[in-house]
């Protein structure tokens, strides 16, 4: 996917203020407009200069490009970093939710949240008068899903200042973690939205539940894995091997004849739920380090013993 610099489209520094910008989009707008322009690309133009300015003019949005276009170089092909808009708090505002034809770079970064604005906007018909909710992602520990309990999460809320230039504000939440919940969730904070208007109630603040990247885990919704490293000898005989659980060690008998990639399953030793994951010991073989004679020659005697051939009918 091509990376889009929205400043370079408009042609302003990457410290513009907001009337900067929207100097400059007016001036490129009325220049490529399909209606009056006479330029080859006006209509791929224009669209790509309002698509530009619908990042740009928002503070939320603007905010969360810039710290995600810090992980792209030049020439690179551009990928969002896993979990890029962490951590900032976006409201139900900001979007043109008429427009259309935003580019795939837009839909990878933006288009879950513009789809979260526009139901946000049909339900607020009903409540005219109730403040925005806001919507943020939060990463917390996989143990956090095992023991639950009260976690201080900290998020940034763009908005511009007195200057006209953008400013980020932080603030911190101390949240109750369910015990059990997984990645995808949401967890509601009444009253913790945009303030009510004209006296109304405030919004909602809806934090979506990630999980850091682990060293040891891995998950798949309720299910966890876990890599279990085995000597030959106990893959080819058997054994009782401890394994590292997010609650504790447990004991796991192996199989003989277990081979690499051979699943054993803890059953219920996954996310606590109604009813509970599994945990997965995914099997891999360790070889011995061989430096001694003797232990070469345990393995010239081995290799005799069963004339195996690993790659026969390949």
Request: hydrophobic residues 35%; glycine residues 10%; without cysteine.
């Amino acid at each position: 996917m091509k990376f889009r610099d929205y400043y370079e489209i408009l042609g302003v520094d990457r410290n513009a203020t907001q009337d900067e910008i929207k100097r400059a989009y007016r001036k490129l707008a009325r220049k490529y407009h399909p209606d009056v322009s006479k330029e080859p690309d006006a209509e791929a133009r224009f669209k790509e200069i309002g698509e530009a300015h619908e990042v740009l003019r928002d503070p939320e949005k603007r905010a969360a490009y810039d710290r995600m276009g810090q992980h792209w170089r030049a020439g690179q092909d551009f990928q969002p970093p896993p979990d890029w808009d962490a951590g900032f708090e976006f409201s139900g505002t900001g979007f043109d939710t008429d427009a259309g034809d935003y580019s795939d770079f837009f839909e990878a970064l933006f288009g879950s949240r513009m789809r979260q604005a526009q139901a946000r906007q049909r339900r607020a018909k009903s409540m005219p008068r109730q403040g925005q909710d806001h919507h943020a992602k939060v990463l917390i520990d996989l143990e956090d899903a095992y023991r639950g309990g009260r976690r201080t999460v900290r998020l940034a809320t763009p908005t511009i200042g007195a200057d006209g230039h953008l400013v980020v504000q932080e603030r911190e939440l101390d949240v109750t973690i369910p015990r059990g919940i997984r990645a995808g969730q949401h967890l509601r904070l009444a009253g913790q939205g945009a303030p009510g208007i004209a006296g109304g109630p405030p919004g909602d603040l809806y934090l979506e539940i990630e999980f850091r990247e682990h060293p040891r885990y891995r998950v798949d919704g309720r299910d966890v894995y876990v890599d279990l490293p085995l000597a030959p000898w106990e893959a080819a005989l058997g054994a009782t091997v401890p394994v590292r659980t997010p609650e504790g060690s447990v004991e796991l008998t192996v199989p003989p004849g277990s081979q690499a990639g051979r699943k054993l399953r803890l059953r219920g030793k996954g996310i606590p739920s109604q009813p509970p994951g599994d945990l997965y010991a995914v099997v891999s073989i360790v070889l011995p380090p061989t430096t001694t004679e003797a232990q070469k020659e345990a393995w010239r005697a081995a290799a005799k013993a069963f004339e195996f051939d690993p790659r026969a009918g390949r």
